[in-house]
Each structure stands twice: as structure tokens, then as C-alpha cells.
């Protein structure tokens, strides 16, 4: 149950887009198109923005996407702007029947 | 409308044990497909799956922790516990509890409790 692999750090202008990756194994990421994205602004606890790999919930803009090719997901955010500033985690479900997390990716809006 | 709070001491000592309830409300753990996770977050680091109990009162732990970790519930009280033993200061962390569904509406943690920070420390 090794961590999902994130890079630690991500920026980007308003109006711009930025992708953060989730990369995983066969045994996480690659077996299943049950990766979600939370997004979670300091003090805060996560909230859900992308399920099932390219599901928004409700409420959540269309700004935000996720895709998934093999054992790395991604998340898209387009038209950045500075609320989205925030951690933001990827999780996958495993062949386990059990959960795992990215490390983290940290947004930064410049 | 679907709330948990995640509750439990704020500071234990090494060696001990801690016990985190989780009281949710809007759902009920008795519907197949419901389940509660417990998910902790170590000041200033990433977010780690621990256990999930499902409707069924199947348990799911993360290897690392199995020996230590036991995940409960009272459908009654609308609670779920988890206890870890033999508490260590790397245990330090804000502890979650958050809900899945299995079922058309997406596999995620799609509410969370407030979360409940835990300081190990003599």
C-alpha cells in the first residue's frame, strides 16, 4: 500500500491551466476507474471535487477535470483562479479493498 | 443532509491507547453500499487511509497499522470507534472519519467530519 505519487508542488497564473498527476500501480490506479481528487485549503478538511476519475459533484465548477491513462490520473484545472488555491490529493480504491492517497500537491496561484 | 464529527481526546500518552468516535447523522450505516473510513493527517504531511467499516460490518485496515488499529459501530447510536494501541508521537495527527458509498453515485469520500487533532506527547 504504497503512497500514489504526486509532485509536491504546482503553480500557475490566473486564467491559466495547470495538471497534476497521480501516478500509481496495477494494483491501485491501473485496476479500477475509482480515482477521486480532493481539493483542501490550509485548516480545512478535503473536500470531494472529482470522483470515478471524471466525475464533478454537484456544486463543484467545470473548471475542474480529471482523465486517467493506465496507472497515472490527473487532475486539470482550467481558467486558475486564486480560491483555488489549495493541497490538493488524489486516492485511489485497491485490489486490496482497501484505499491510498497521493502525497499531496501543493497549488500555488501566482 | 449527511454530517459526521470525528471526536476523541486531545492528547494521549505514549503507550496508550486512543479511542476516536465518529456520530454521523443524514444516513445510516444499515443501507447496503454505506460505509464510514477513518483517515489521519500528520501536521504539514499527506492524508492516510487507516480502516473502513461497511454496512455489512466487513473491516478493511491499512497493513501498516493492522496490528493496531480495530474498527467498530453502533448502528443504534449512529457512532463508529476506532481504537489504536500503543500510541507514539509519529501518531500525532488530525484524525477524519468520512463516508463512502458503494453504489452508482461514485466510489469517494464524498463527506467528511471536522476532523480531531490528537497530540502524542509524555
Known amino acids: 500500500q504504497s503512497a500514489l505519487t504526486q509532485p509536491p508542488s504546482v503553480s500557475g497564473s490566473p486564467g491559466q491551466s495547470v495538471t497534476i498527476s497521480c501516478t500509481g500501480t496495477s494494483s491501485d490506479v491501473g485496476s479500477y476507474n475509482r480515482v477521486s481528487w480532493y481539493q483542501q485549503p490550509p485548516g480545512t478538511a478535503p473536500k470531494l471535487m472529482i470522483y470515478d476519475v471524471t466525475n464533478r459533484p454537484s456544486g463543484v465548477p467545470d473548471r475542474f477535470s480529471g482523465s486517467k491513462s493506465g496507472n497515472t490520473a490527473s487532475l486539470t484545472i482550467s481558467g486558475l483562479q486564486a480560491e483555488d488555491e489549495a493541497d490538493y490529493y488524489c486516492?485511489?480504491?485497491?485490489?486490496?479493498?482497501?484505499?491510498?492517497f497521493g502525497g499531496g500537491t501543493k497549488l500555488t496561484v501566482l | 443532509q449527511v454530517t459526521l464529527r470525528a471526536s476523541g481526546p486531545a492528547l494521549v500518552k505514549p503507550t496508550q491507547t486512543l479511542t476516536l468516535t465518529c456520530t454521523f447523522s443524514g444516513f445510516s450505516l444499515t443501507t447496503t453500499g454505506m460505509c464510514v473510513n477513518w483517515i489521519r493527517q500528520p501536521p504539514g504531511k499527506a492524508l492516510e487511509w487507516l480502516a473502513r467499516?461497511?454496512?455489512?460490518?466487513?473491516?478493511y485496515y491499512i497493513t501498516s497499522l493492522k496490528t493496531r488499529l480495530t474498527i467498530s459501530k453502533d448502528t443504534s447510536k449512529n457512532q463508529v470507534v476506532l481504537t489504536m494501541t500503543n500510541m507514539d508521537p509519529v501518531d500525532t495527527a488530525t484524525y477524519y472519519c468520512a463516508r463512502t458509498r458503494f453504489d452508482n453515485s461514485g466510489w469517494s469520500f464524498d463527506y467528511w467530519g471536522q476532523g480531531s487533532l490528537v497530540t502524542v506527547s509524555s
Open positions: 486516492s485511489s480504491y485497491t485490489t486490496s479493498s482497501t484505499w491510498v
Open positions: 467499516i461497511d454496512w455489512d460490518d466487513e473491516k
